[in-house]
């Protein structure tokens, strides 16, 4: 893995002004007339000379709006946010929300009315990947771009496509060569629900444990997203007494796994626990009790000590109520909108082309993430942290350990496809 410092990348004005725009401090209520509609929409987006509208696409029903729903809160905040200092070009953000419903031919159907009958000029969405592969030939057939948050196995790349979590490198190997330093393990079971992340998942786990960290799997398991029963595999669990518990469970399915492991005696004290999926959003359904001493690999955790975090979390907050948590695939929804805004004044145009050209320059940047600084990889991948979170009873987390820089993203890592 490759690493940098983001320190080479500040002092410059440019990104300084980005950084200013980016926190509202530069009010941009005047491009409006500087960007006249004829020149930043050639191409017969949803834009006036006052609005331009977005989509927003998430599952607000069925077995993953346990996940999803915090993400399109954050989508809806950032552009709120937006809003309120000016917009982007001088425009305000309307929003057009579509309901995936958990169903990946839904997801597809709406992602074709969002780019055909509504002409948006972005669209913020998916959680899963099998929603996002199902979406993935409406936005390059019809020329639109997705802002994707959700962390994933990787093995992939679009031109439509701008990926705002981690890739495999970044979380899955990140995350096991951590367990295997820190807990000596050589043993692991492995656990995911049944489609294309997990699945993809565990086979790049697999290739890592096996030929590079030199140990040994003694189970692998999936069940069908939504299943609640996880008792025969707990039993084989016990039988197979792993070093570690490797999992990628989720959604719905994620409250029965952790509460049924719970009941089975099956915990901290007894068990080290790395899971792939589990963030603030999910241990609400799943009870902090539940998941106490278990570990998480993310980038981001809401309990995240500094400024730029602390602001975020108390506008989330105040927008969606105190008993509101953040989670990663959150944070990292809260950044699209704010990486559109920053490659459209780059671009000077909401014109797709123009905004995949300026995307793939490097030269994109948010100084004032809540994570912290975020830098857009030529790939549309982030430079990010690896941390390692540790559950507390009260459903926060304990970073317990952080990648010394932020770790290049590498979608297509040699000897893993």
């Known amino acids: 893995m490759k690493y940098f410092s983001r320190r080479k990348f500040l002092g410059k004005t440019s990104n300084l002004i980005g950084a200013m725009l980016a926190a509202g401090l530069i009010s941009t209520s005047v491009m409006a007339t500087e960007f006249p509609t004829a020149e930043v929409n050639t191409t017969g987006l949803a834009v006036t000379d006052d609005t331009v509208t977005v989509g927003i696409l998430h599952s607000l029903t069925g077995t993953m709006a346990i996940s999803e729903t915090g993400a399109q809160e954050a989508e809806r905040l950032a552009i709120k946010q937006i809003n309120e200092s000016g917009g982007i070009l001088g425009r ?3 929003v057009i929300r579509e309901d995936g419903a958990s169903d990946w031919p839904t997801f597809a159907e709406k992602a074709r009315k969002l780019l ?14 099998a929603s996002r592969k199902a979406v993935l030939p409406v936005f390059e057939q019809h020329n639109g771009i997705l802002y994707y948050p959700t962390f994933y196995e990787g093995l992939e790349q679009s031109k439509n496509v701008i990926y705002t979590g981690q890739e495999a490198t970044q979380q899955i190997l990140a995350g096991l060569d951590w367990v295997a330093e820190e807990k000596g393990a050589k043993t692991y079971f492995l656990i995911g629900s049944d489609y294309i992340w997990p699945r993809t998942s565990m086979k790049i786990a697999r290739i890592h444990i096996e030929q590079v960290l030199g140990g040994r799997v003694v189970g692998e398991e999936y069940k069908p997203l939504g299943d609640t029963q996880f008792g025969s595999i707990i039993n084989r669990i016990r039988l197979r007494k792993p070093d570690v518990i490797f999992a990628a469970v989720v959604g719905g ?3 029965a796994w952790f509460r049924q492991l719970n009941a089975a005696g099956i915990n901290s004290d007894n068990q080290t626990l790395l899971t792939l999926s589990v963030t603030e959003d999910e241990v609400l359904g799943i009870g902090g009790e539940n998941l106490e001493g278990f570990y ?5 955790f ?5 400024p730029n975090n602390k602001a975020f979390v108390e506008a989330f907050k ?19 909108p704010w990486l559109w805004k920053a490659a459209v004044e780059k671009a000077g145009s909401f014109d797709i082309d123009k905004i995949v050209e300026v995307s793939r320059t490097g030269e994109i940047e948010l100084d004032t993430a809540p994570e912290g600084y975020v830098r857009l990889h030529p790939n549309h991948h982030l430079w990010s942290y690896t941390r390692i979170g540790k559950w507390n009873r009260d459903g926060q987390a304990t970073v317990v350990y952080e990648s010394p820089e932020l770790i290049e993203p590498n979608p297509f890592p040699e000897g893993y496809q």
């Open 116 to 129: 055909i009958n509504d002409k948006v000029a972005a669209v913020f969405g998916c959680w899963t990947s």
């Open 296 to 300: 998480s690999v993310m980038k981001y």
């Open 92 to 94: 305000q953000i309307r």
């Open 318 to 336: 105040a927008e969606y109520g105190e008993d509101s948590v953040i989670g990663d695939v959150t944070q990292a929804a809260y950044l699209g």
């Open 253 to 255: 399915s994620n409250v």
């Open 302 to 306: 809401q309990s995240l000590d500094n």
